[in-house]
């Protein structure tokens, strides 16, 4: 994981207590996953700090357990709008981002219904095809903005089928070759006709 200052470490932790206190009751991360919570969670979603300016405004699709949301919220400052329909992950996310004293509106709603402003930036993790994402992100980007994806390695698969469909810019901005992960970065996005 990278280094953060001491702040941050001491937020980071409040959300890795309340997060498994959380997890005993609604399943945030898989069981199996909370020995490598720092690592695997934590340490993935923070590789997309770098990104993202202080205080920027960031919509969060699918925001689940809280990644890569509440650790930008934490790392950037930065004011987070997360879209998570399970009602559940929704009053564990309010309560985190109090915690942890992240800027943040939860929205309980599906994405396609969540209605809320465009940002300068859309992030989700784990959560659909790069395809789907871009449905589902391009109502929510401003113009020059720009869309953060943590993907796994079938990403090339995945940008193939994506180019039927959309226009797009694309850059690979952080590359794991031991897990097969990247970052990648979407901007003009456009339907194909």
Same mark, same amino acid.
């Given at each position: 994981?990278?280094?953060?200052?001491?702040?941050?470490?001491?937020?980071?932790?409040? &959300?890795?207590? $309340?997060?498994?206190?959380?997890?005993? +009751? !609604?399943?945030?991360? @898989?069981?199996?996953?909370? /020995? #490598? $919570?720092?690592?695997? #969670?934590?340490? *993935?979603?923070?590789?997309?700090?770098?990104?993202?300016?202080?205080?920027?405004?960031?919509?969060?699709?699918? @925001?689940?357990?809280?990644?890569?949301?509440?650790? !930008?919220? !934490?790392?950037?400052?930065?004011?987070?709008?997360?879209?998570?329909? *399970? %009602?559940?992950?929704?009053?564990?996310? +309010?309560?985190?981002?109090?915690?942890?004293?992240?800027?943040?509106?939860?929205?309980?709603?599906? !994405?396609?219904?969540?209605?809320?402003? /465009?940002?300068?930036?859309?992030?989700? +993790?784990? $959560?659909? @095809?790069?395809? %789907?994402? $871009?449905?589902?992100?391009? /109502?929510?980007?401003? /113009?020059?903005?720009?869309?953060? &994806?943590?993907?796994?390695?079938?990403? @090339?698969?995945?940008?193939?089928?994506?180019?039927?469909?959309? #226009?797009? %810019? #694309? +850059?690979?901005? *952080?590359?794991r070759a031991a897990s097969g992960g990247a970052i990648i970065e979407i901007s003009d996005i456009k339907r194909v006709e």
């Amino acid at each position: 994981m990278k280094a953060v200052s001491r702040e941050t470490r001491e937020r980071l932790e409040i &959300f890795a207590a $309340l997060l498994e206190k959380w997890n005993a +009751r !609604i399943n945030l991360v @898989s069981p199996r996953d909370m /020995p #490598h $919570l720092w690592e695997r #969670h934590i340490g *993935d979603s923070l590789r997309l700090v770098p990104f993202i300016p202080r205080g920027a405004r960031v919509i969060d699709l699918g @925001s689940g357990g809280g990644f890569p949301a509440l650790m !930008i919220g !934490i790392a950037c400052d930065a004011e987070m709008v997360m879209v998570e329909s *399970d %009602q559940r992950k929704c009053a564990f996310l +309010r309560e985190a981002a109090r915690a942890c004293g992240v800027r943040a509106q939860v929205v309980p709603k599906r !994405i396609e219904q969540a209605g809320v402003p /465009p940002a300068a930036f859309v992030t989700a +993790r784990a $959560l659909a @095809s790069l395809p %789907q994402l $871009l449905e589902w992100s391009a /109502p929510f980007l401003l /113009p020059e903005g720009k869309a953060l &994806f943590l993907k796994g390695k079938n990403l @090339s698969d995945e940008l193939t089928e994506t180019e039927r469909c959309w #226009h797009m %810019q #694309h +850059r690979i901005l *952080d590359n794991r070759a031991a897990s097969g992960g990247a970052i990648i970065e979407i901007s003009d996005i456009k339907r194909v006709e």
